[in-house]
């Protein structure tokens, strides 16, 4: 009863029409940064952030989370819609959302996005305020050791799932790896793969690398083709938004165990939303009956890391508020409001701040209706930028993607390497690479290597320290199953054939 008391506190606070204006302010800000290429709420919250100063602390948070999930559901529109993620973590729309919009369905698309990132998000706020103390031990008991398995068994997973050949889906997750570890080496502070340029000692942007990879070669691969415009028709009709019968049945696994694993993996230090989202697609290909046609529109794909995505941002706050612990870049900017406001995070803060902490979590509830009332009515609008020609469109793609990478740094180099990743992924295309084995193991590999080398030295070079923790040991159980699993399956089909010739 103290959990309802406490959320109907937090309600009524929220429900003040000061409060609501800034949740509104803030979701809706911070939708159409994510929209534009390479800004995102990392960047939205920042440039913000001062304005927060002279507001009242409950209005101040509210507005700055209200801009960061916002932020998250707006970068999937720009990645069905133009095949260009308007944040890291929308990347995974890429996959499935653009291929839908080139079959004329970018309205599903859409109104299923909004759908599951509702789902997602809501879901993440019920299992936030009845377990957030609980999911906060179970984020602390996660060491270097189950860090690296988990990951590795999702890079795994990537690759045992790809369509076409494995090999090559296991050369894009090498590559993948190898480019993530350009940079500077956090162990020894040793340069690695620089070639020189001082703008790699800090690695390769990884909002670059999407940008390039998604709409830059997506821009070079269409280069002379005379294309009008795709998407859904100009008149768009509620009807036109629902997904047919069998799709919505389709989608209610998918988005349960997207939310499942943004849920868990959101609450974890150091992972959020764009682990989560490639996790949830990861999984989604290896169960789907369907999966074979993943990558070319299908809507599994589509909903269960969308709702992961969402689930992920608002159980991101556990580790954050509870322990005082940023997962992401984002929840660091909003520990900082916080502290700048006067109130220390930790576990302290439920009790000492506890109009405050209600209030928020009472106001991601109030957020998500106003996503979904805002983005439902909009899906015709941001369908409609379709039909822009592309002898428009693609130059006003291209303004915004420099725009956007060279403002997170403020540095020429990014807008350089963006150039440099479109040719790679324009290459990987040609040579039949997929992008979402390459660029699971970019995200996943730099965290794997540090995991792997802190594990180590804990145990003392000890590799049994797999065997002897029990989330360690089953993923590496799965692994092993993985790599067996296809020798094993072409064993069988060897034996059937010489039986049958016999």
Known sequence: MDIVNNLAQGLLTVLTVENL?????????????????????????ALLLPLTFYLPPEAAIIM???????????????????NVPGTPSSAVACFEGYPMTKQGRAAVALFSSAVASFVGGTVGIVLMVAFAPLIAR???????????????LGLMGAVSVARGSQLKALVAVVFGVLLGTV???????????TLGFPELITGVSLVALAMGIFGMAEIISSTGRSISGSGSKPGIRMRDMLPERREWRRSAGPVSRGTTIGAILGALPGTGPTIASFMAYSLERKVSPRSARFGTGTIEGLVAPEAANNAAAQTAFIPTLTLGIPGTATMALLLGALMIQGIPPGPRLMVDHAPLFWALIASFWI???????????????????????????????????SVGVYSINLNNFDVFVVLVMGLLGFGMRVGGFQAAPFLMGFILGPMMEENLRRGM??????????????????????????????????????IGHRTARG
Do not use: K
């Open 21 to 45: 204006l800034y949740c509104l302010a803030g979701v809706t800000m911070g939708t159409f940064i994510g929209v534009l290429p390479g800004l995102g709420a990392m960047l939205g919250i």
């Open 64 to 82: 700055l989370a209200g801009i960061y999930y916002g932020g998250e559901y707006g970068g999937s529109i720009a990645a069905i819609l133009i």
């Open 138 to 152: 179970f984020a602390l008991s996660f060491g270097s050791v189950e860090y690296f398995a988990v990951m590795a």
């Open 183 to 193: 940079g500077t080496d956090v162990s020894t502070g040793v340069q690695r793969y």
């Open 367 to 401: 957020g998500n209706l106003f996503l979904l009332a805002l983005n439902i009515p909009l899906v015709g609008l941001w369908a409609r930028l379709v039909h822009i020609p592309y002898r428009f469109l693609y130059p006003a793609i291209i303004c915004l993607i």
């Open 457 to 494: 030295q804990l145990a003392r070079g000890d590799f049994t320290v797999f065997l002897q923790s029990p989330v360690a040991a089953a993923c590496m159980a799965l692994i092993a199953l993985m790599l067996v699993w296809p020798a094993l399956s072409w064993l069988r089909r060897r």
